[in-house]
């Protein structure tokens, strides 16, 4: 199963990094994504990385949000900057392996005005 973790209580403008450490070989895996679910809200993609390393941002997180990986430590990164009050929600990795989609365990971020 995939790990995910880096959240916690940030001031708006401020940064957090996420990680999620994959199991095997990180260029097993198609594509690797994080998603995010804000109270009472439908969870929602934010970026991706192909194993290619073709990267793709949601519009309101481009240019703050930046997702990449670490091969030797199997581990994906959301490193997030500028964080906005709107960015509060629970943060989820995705691993896709041919038809068959893996998830981490939320990680809460939560952005303070």
């Known amino acids: 199963q995939l790990q995910a973790s880096g959240g916690g209580l940030v001031q708006a403008g401020g940064s957090l990094r996420l990680s999620c450490v994959v199991p095997g070989n990180i260029f097993g895996f198609k594509t690797m994504a994080w998603y995010r679910q804000a109270p009472g809200k439908q969870r929602e993609w934010v970026a991706s990385?192909?194993?290619?390393?073709?990267?793709d941002y949601m519009d309101s997180v481009k240019g703050r949000f930046t997702i990449s990986r670490e091969i030797a430590r199997n581990t994906l990164y959301l490193r997030m900057n500028n964080l906005k009050p709107e960015d509060t929600a629970d943060y989820y990795c995705?691993?896709?392996?041919?038809?068959?989609?893996?998830w981490g365990q939320g990680t809460l971020v939560t952005v303070s005005s």
């Open positions: 995705k691993a896709t392996r041919g038809a068959s989609q893996y």
């Open positions: 990385i192909t194993a290619g390393g073709i990267t």
